[in-house]
């Protein structure tokens, strides 16, 4: 069985901080890791993901996340955050062997202040 | 490519009501996944298709849920005899995989039912 553990139902920071959203994964596969970002009222957007090969990956919008086997965790990172950012961010791990299902963890809520 | 396309976006109905939702996916996708996602919580799979073939369901597909995919392109989730319970956003996602490689699931914008 697969799961996520997204720590901080919700994050503060301030415009031009560095944000840093945490997410930890159980697999006892290799897992397949990724980040979504939802605004309201909408679909999921696919931000980056890690499937094989090197294990820092960059996405859109100027996010980065690291794969750690070690510590299990794929933690999102963006050095400078916009007002636009605000959303909410969810991690998902899949393998194949699960059908490529996603399961996602509960989501953190990104607020930018001013 | 228009994306992921879902139909209705709001549908609000009566306990005990029948509800039918639509998913269009990316042209050429050859998966399909349902996901459903309540109030502040992740999404949570319910099923998926390869192609027509319904290959997965979760427990959480009561008998009273059911999905299609004729002919591979578009699919249908049907909820009979709707419940309370059942409000939440319901989520289609296409993709296209080949061989034993992951995929990557495009989402559509949902369709969110209340169920009064």
């Known amino acids: 069985a697969q799961s996520v553990t997204q720590l901080g139902s919700h994050v503060s920071v301030s415009e031009g901080a560095l944000v840093l959203l945490r997410c930890n994964y159980s697999?006892?596969?290799?897992?397949?890791l990724f980040w979504y970002v939802q605004y309201p009222n909408q679909g999921l957007q696919l931000l980056l993901k890690?499937?094989?090969?090197?294990?820092l990956v960059k996405g859109i919008n100027g996010f980065e996340a690291e794969f750690k086997k070690s510590e299990t965790s794929f933690h999102l990172t963006k050095p400078s955050a916009h007002m636009s950012d605000a959303a909410e961010y969810f991690c998902?791990?899949?393998?194949?062997?699960?059908?490529?299902?996603?399961?996602f963890g509960t989501g953190t809520q990104l607020k930018v202040e001013l | 490519d228009t994306g992921v396309s879902q139909d209705p976006r709001h549908k609000i109905t009566k306990r005990g009501q029948n509800v039918t939702f639509r998913c269009d996916p990316i042209?050429?996708?050859?998966?399909l996944y349902w996901y459903r996602q309540t109030l502040g919580q992740g999404p949570e799979f319910l099923t998926y298709?390869?192609?027509?073939?319904?290959?997965?369901k979760s427990r959480l597909l009561s008998d009273r849920f059911s999905a299609e995919r004729p002919k591979g392109s578009f699919s249908t989730l049907e909820i009979q005899r709707t419940e309370q319970g059942d409000s939440a956003m319901y989520l289609c996602?296409?993709?296209?995989?080949?061989?034993?490689?992951?995929?990557?699931?495009?989402f559509g914008p949902g369709t969110r039912l209340t169920v009064l």
């Open positions: 697999s006892s596969v290799p897992p397949y």
């Open positions: 042209s050429e996708h050859n998966r």
């Open positions: 890690y499937t094989t090969g090197a294990t």
């Open positions: 996602a296409s993709s296209f995989i080949a061989g034993g490689s992951t995929d990557t699931q495009y």
């Open positions: 998902a791990v899949s393998s194949t062997g699960g059908g490529n299902k996603l399961t």
């Open positions: 298709f390869q192609n027509e073939a319904q290959l997965e």
